[in-house]
């Protein structure tokens, strides 16, 4: 996996820092992704909003793990990535480019600094850690 740089990690905090109330921020990243496929909103039929927050939140900070080497990140991407396999809940690899996108529309609505290099950093932090969940999908 490919590892971080420094200034993409900064870049990537003090845009989240600038989008402000992680509830409203999330929420409507929540909104945009649950409207961009049905098959994505039926997964999330019966999960409650604060579940999926602490998910996302957790999302972020494993997409830290995922470019870093050690066993202990490594073993919980393991787990979380075969949660999410076709056998569990069937996370298909195209939901991950929808998962991205929807989330660099809400940046663009929140950080009133938005701009494509901001977009470039989101990518960049997010890409190690969907790699690795899309590659789980069929394990
Ligand atoms: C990099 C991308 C993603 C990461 C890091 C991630 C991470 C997580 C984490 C940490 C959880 C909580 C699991 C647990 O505690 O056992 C979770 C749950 C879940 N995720 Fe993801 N996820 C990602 C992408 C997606 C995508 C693209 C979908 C597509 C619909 C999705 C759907 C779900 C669902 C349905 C749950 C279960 C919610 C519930 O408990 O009701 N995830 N995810």
Same mark, same amino acid.
């Given at each position: 996996?490919?590892?971080? $740089?420094?200034? +993409?990690?900064?870049? &990537? ?8 109330? @992680? ?14 496929? %049905? ?5 999330? !039929?019966? +999960?409650?909003?604060? @579940?999926? @927050?602490?998910?996302?939140? +957790?999302? &972020? ?5 995922? !470019? $870093?080497?050690? +066993? ?20 298909? %690899?195209? &939901? ?5 996108? !929807? ?6 609505? &929140?950080? %009133? ?14 890409? %190690? ?9 069929? !394990?």
């Amino acid at each position: 996996m490919d590892r971080l $740089d420094e200034a +993409t990690i900064e870049q &990537f905090h003090d845009s989240l820092d600038r989008c402000g109330s @992680t509830s409203q921020f999330l929420g409507r990243f929540y909104q945009i992704f649950s409207a961009s496929s %049905p098959e994505v909103a039926a997964r999330f !039929s019966d +999960t409650n909003f604060k @579940t999926q @927050t602490r998910a996302l939140k +957790t999302s &972020f900070y494993m997409a830290m793990l995922a !470019s $870093d080497q050690n +066993t202990e990140a490594s073993d919980y991407l393991e787990r979380i990535a075969i949660r999410h396999n076709h056998k569990q809940l069937d996370i298909k %690899p195209e &939901f991950y480019i929808l998962w991205l996108d !929807s989330m660099i529309k809400a940046v663009s609505e &929140f950080d %009133p600094q938005f701009n494509n290099e901001v977009e470039q950093a989101w990518r960049r932090f997010m890409q %190690p850690a969907i790699e690795f969940m899309m590659s789980r999908y069929e !394990s």
